[in-house]
């Protein structure tokens, strides 16, 4: 690149003007920063996992694990179910989230029916 000195109309305009018949200026060629120990930081500690949300219905309730709509109720109130049994199905953003039981016990209660919105750590059901 050279650096011309112009002028048009009587106006002067300095401008950068690449020779095209002249040989290629290397490229400078981007080299990582070197690491020194003394740059290194000890690495941080990982962060414990978050308990869940406590549901709103209290200890026998199963949360939501999302904020989404429920397509469909897999249980009636009185029926008994073991550990990992199937509750309802909720879907969010084109995809369908199983809710399992936590534990094995009786629906008391289903606090929520096909078609509705629900936020996530909202109670869905009630075990006893």
Do not use: W
Request: charged share 15%; aromatic share 4%; net charge neutral.
């Amino acid at each position: 690149m050279k650096k011309l000195r112009v002028t048009v109309d009587g106006k002067t305009f300095e401008v950068s003007v690449e020779m095209l018949d002249a040989p290629v200026a290397a490229v400078p060629v981007y080299s990582a920063p070197v690491v020194t120990s003394a740059s290194v930081s000890a690495p941080v500690a990982a962060a414990r996992p978050v308990a869940a949300k406590p549901a709103a219905g209290g200890a026998g309730s199963v949360p939501s694990p999302l904020s989404g709509k429920v397509v469909s109720v897999d249980v009636q109130v009185g029926q008994t179910v073991t550990e990992g049994a199937q509750l309802l199905t909720l879907e969010a953003m084109k995809m369908n989230t199983f809710v399992y039981a936590p534990k094995a016990g009786k629906v008391s209660a289903i606090l929520v029916n096909a078609g509705d919105g629900v936020e996530e750590g909202a109670a869905l059901v009630t075990l006893e």
